[in-house]
């Protein structure tokens, strides 16, 4: 299994995520504030077919890395699904239950991640280091 650190993790479930076309996707470090996870990806699909296709999506982007395979929870309510890599949990919502639990305000002192600028500097030190 490759070693990858935790951020690119989170950076490449968004990608993999958006790829799917997933909506208002969040990145949190909620290192210090959560003893499950160092990182949430929070992310809206707007029906079961979707919320499933995106949890797909992101497995298949993670096998293909060689990736272990998650704890996966919830798919069968169509509402939330949960994918928890260990140290990256990811929540894949509908809109109705993004709104209700609203977990960037439960995990309000955590930090936003701009995981695509993350993902683009990940990616440039990969081809640097190739190129030394």
């Known amino acids: 299994m490759p070693v990858m650190d935790t951020m690119r993790r989170a950076a490449l479930a968004a990608s993999f995520a ?30 079961r077919v979707q919320l ?26 169509g509402n939330w699904a949960v994918l928890d890599y260990g140290d990256v949990v990811v929540h894949i919502m509908s809109e109705e239950a993004r709104s209700f639990y609203r977990l960037e305000r439960l995990w309000g002192d955590a930090v936003e991640v701009d995981w695509e600028s993350h993902l ?11 190129r030394s």
């Open 120 to 130: 683009a500097e990940a990616d440039a030190e990969a081809v640097s280091a190739r």
């Open 52 to 77: 499933n296709a995106i949890s797909d999506g992101i497995q298949r982007g993670f096998k293909q890395l060689r990736m272990k395979n998650p704890v996966d929870e919830g798919r069968r309510n």
């Open 18 to 47: 958006a790829d799917k076309k997933a909506q208002d996707i969040v990145v949190l470090d909620v290192q210090g504030l959560c003893n499950f996870a160092d990182v949430f990806v929070l992310c809206t699909g707007t029906n």
